[in-house]
């Protein structure tokens, strides 16, 4: 499977080529380059999962690791030394699939949203960058490869979030997002390092005896890790930089904010799954816990923002709370026995990042119609925009947890496992759905349906969106449609092996009856021109709206903390302390160098015969210490 | 009967006379010619050192002797070197060779 | 010890050079400089005359009282224009020189005085000219043929280099 290289360096190839000649390109020239790359590298990607689960299942009954590729880059010691290689192994071929079915879509469909903008062969060069990384994340063959491509993820999210730099705000947004994101890699780094000394190796399959002499330390190390990828993966309260990265353009939100980079910090979970089960179970606990209150928290905001991309945003971090409980849950690596979350969370990663792409890209299509992020300015558009109005319905139902829409699949198996994991943590998570419903029915009733800003369409007719960016929706509505479908279990397990889905009744019915209930309220409170029933709640939990408005204030507290605290107690201080101590040290060494050269530099007079008068001074000098002493 | 002191006096206060004359003189010449009084000064030394010391050997007295061919050689070449100055600025005056000063 | 011609020779003489040496380095015109300097390298010869070292001052006498001195005395009259007066010295300049000479003057006079030889003793005789002559021609031991042949080759080289520097361009 040589040719998998190939799916690596083809986007890198298009980014090199874009970046550096892409000026001299016309738009369509640079795009349609990074889409054909893009689309070999998806056939690659679809070719590469073919051959692989082709192949068969080895002896033991589960798909073997295969290593194409592994070079040592950096030797560090005997044992220790960080590689750089691909992994091919039932996630990562899985997560190939998905990034490069998304990044294809994001592709497409950029034709038509950032027709005519500035920088976009530069937009298509940054597409590029991003997609290699991600591939190279998901493919690495230790953890410290797969850091590196974390970093360089975390770069290019940046520059896309940042890609209209003239906006104060996406360069905010952008700033915010790396430097978080970046605080979280923290831990992530310092888990590397421990989890290198103590396993011996950077390699996901360390030695067993390492493991067992390491102790305490292989849970602290993973849980280090954790950090960093609920950095990546937006988890409370490392989530604050997700919505405001909405300020990227949309396409890029449903490729990096939504479907890929994201869930980043569940695949390094996922892969970090074995040594989880074996030697942390509580810490994987933890990770459910803070996936659950994650989910509950970004559910409870998406209920009052009128932004439809903060919406989506929220969304998201409840969801990917959604796939962390999924693999938080699981208690042994046996599907049959507590282990079914590991296989629930990697098929919700797969759906979730289908249907979420096409709610943003069709989120896309309606702010590209309407020019506006604001729920005020919409309302009413089925009339106009009737693809995007029946994809993102199927998307909404999808994420609701409606059969046959791939997300049902999906969430009824979290659902499961939680339940299977503790009734508590069900019923909490059945909850969540529910709100889930809810949040997305108001959105969609919200921009589809309700209250018509009449008088701003009047002005501005909306239609719907060009061929380019409606072909990736139907696509994907059709992958939405079809995915629950798919046999996950046959691929991936927890221990590898095979395992056919089948779904628990109770649990299903109780799903389904919640989602529709929900669907319910949110039609009977949404759906009408008027709504009374919202306008009440609104104002008899005023201060509750509020706060949920403010996203309960996390970013507040962030602003007090950094900035009232640690730069007016610590920063300044140090600051004070740098320039009038530290800098005027350094001034005055320079001050005592320049002096003294001043005072050095007339001995220097280039004259021979006071140079010979000095020597014979000395030389008497030395002469008289040598006859005294 | 002269002690050997004696010539050692002589020749020290040459050297240190061609000393001061070395720091002192502002004509490349005039250092030249101080130059010569130290080389001399020497010389006597080897010449008073081989009489007086090992009257048998002969190593002063042919460092004397090879010391005034040398000091000869060298005489010659400063002296054009300075005539070449001399051409180059019309002057010999050691305060107005500054032309390699930085 | 009493006063012999030799030591009024030597003393005679002794006056001679420390008195032209001086002046040799203190007069203002530097052709008083050459003839002084050419002063002490009589006396230096006499020196070498009263040593018994007659080869060494007639060598003396050619070489430096002959060929040198006329050199300086060419290449003063070639170089010297109205500078032929030393320049006023700043007195700093001036004390400084005499100082650190007059030091050193001390110390080393200090040291000579104070140091004990070997036990020396002054043998009257001439030596013959056979034994220097067979001495530097001789590759045995105390034998300076290779000096001899280094100094004629750097002889030769002083005379394409002076020529080399000196000629006109």
Redesign the interface.
Known sequence: MEYTILILLLPFLSFLVLGLAGMKMSNRLAGTIGTVVLGIVAVASYYTAFDYFAAGRGADGTFPTLMPYNAVWLPISESLHIDMGILLDPISVMMLVVISTVSLMVHIYSFGYMKGERGFQRYYAFLSLFTMSMLGLVVATNIFQMYLFWELVGVSSYLLIGFYYTKKEAIAASKKAFIVTRFADLGFLVGILFYGYYAGTFTFTPQLQMLASAGAMIPLALGLMFIGGAGKSAMFPLHIWLPDAMEGPTPVSALIHAATMVVAGVYLVARMFPLFIGYAPEVLHWVAYVGAFTAFYAASVACVQSDIKRVLAFSTISQIGFMMVGLGVCTSADPHDGGLGYMAGMFHLFTHAMFKALLFLGAGCIIHAVHSNEMSAMGGLRKYMPVTHITFLIACLAISGIPPFSGFFSKDEILTACFAFSPVMGWVMSFIAAMTAFYMFRLYYGIFWGRENKELHARHVPHEAPLSMTVPLIFLALVTCGAGFIPFGEFISSNGQSYTIHLDSQVAITSVCIAVVAIAVATWMYLRERQPVADQLAKTFKGLHRAAYHRFYIDDIYQFVTHKVIFACVSTPIAWFDRHVVDQFMNFLAWCTNASSEEIRSWQS????QY??VF??GV?VL??VL?LI | MIQMEYYLVVSTIMMFAGIYGFFTRRNLLAILISVELILNSVDINFAVFNRFLFPGQLEGFFFALFAIGVSAAETAVAIAIIINIYRNIRNIQVKNMNELNG | MGITLELIVFLILAVFIVASSILAVTTKRILRAATYLLFVLFGTAGIYFQLNYSFLGAVQLLIYAGGITVLYVFSILLTSSQGDRAEKLKNSKMFAGLLTALAGLVICLFLTLKNTFLPSHFEHGELPVSAIGMSMMSGEKYGYILPFEVISVLLLACIIGGILIARKR
């Open positions: 280039g004259n021979v015969q010979t008068r014979l001074g008497l002469v008289l006859l």
